[in-house]
């Protein structure tokens, strides 16, 4: 690792103690946001377009088949108190290589989706008890999945082995995914701070964000009060 580079992970880190929350912007993200910022605005295009369209049908008295999808999607989100009409949609690969995507949410009622970073302390005290609650439940009504927001796919393996280890020494025995391009992209784009936690139904609907890192039993109160929703 360059001079820089541990530089700035020590800026960060005292950042963390100071602040309680840890700055998630580093310098491995960059071409990501790059990234991020081309398909935002092809899909911005793409969204004009669809609604300029959708304009047009419903001044003909008529309704296209992609108008009718929205408005059923809407319909399905109306029934349920706090629950967003737009889903997420990702693939990425665990600590261990596997791939792992959004189809993961419809095995579990209530998914909690924990951003974190290695350098991070207020993420580091928070995961021993997102361990214990996740064991706590039964996986069909509640799973946690981490995103390790400054451990990308392809890193170097002794970054990936140093993750794993901060992991199991945690005991945060849940699934924990590498950053790629899908993930920032439909998490981390709105995210300024780690940690930040999303909390998502079945169908990948946000149903809650919450910034900055809570103890056991805070979140168990936060995760019971959505499963009682849904």
């Not at 100071?18 to 969204?47: D, I, M, P, R, V």
């Not at 419903?58 to 009409?85: F, I, P, V, W």
């Not at 261990?96 to 302390?121: F, H, P, Q, R």
Request: charged share 25%; aromatic share 6%; with cysteine.
């Amino acid at each position: 690792m360059s001079k820089t580079a541990k530089k700035t992970l020590l800026l960060l880190a005292i950042a963390a103690v100071f602040l309680g929350g840890c700055s998630q912007k580093s310098g491995n993200t960059k071409n990501l946001e790059n990234n991020a910022q081309k398909e935002n605005t092809a899909a911005a295009k793409e969204e004009q377009k669809e609604t300029d369209l959708a304009e047009g049908s419903e001044k003909a008295g008529e309704q296209t088949d992609h108008t009718a999808g929205l408005e059923e999607t809407a319909e399905k989100a109306d029934t349920k108190e706090g629950t967003a009409s737009v889903k997420i949609a990702f693939e990425g690969q665990d600590l261990e290589g596997n791939t792992v995507s959004s189809d993961i949410l419809s095995s579990s009622k209530l998914t909690m989706i924990n951003v974190w970073a290695t350098y991070c302390n207020p993420c580091l005290r928070e995961m021993p008890g997102l361990g214990e609650l996740a064991a706590a439940y039964s996986p069909e009504e509640f799973q946690i999945i981490g995103v390790i927001s400054d451990v990308e796919e392809g890193a170097e393996e002794k970054m990936k082995d140093f993750a794993a280890d901060l992991v199991a020494k945690t005991g945060a025995d849940y699934t924990h995914l590498l950053l790629n391009e899908s993930l920032y992209i439909s998490l981390l784009t709105e995210v300024s701070a780690v940690p930040t936690t999303f909390f998502f139904d079945s169908e990948g609907n946000l149903l809650n964000t919450i910034v900055g890192s809570m103890d056991k039993s805070a979140w168990e109160e936060e995760i019971n009060a959505l499963l009682e929703k849904l």
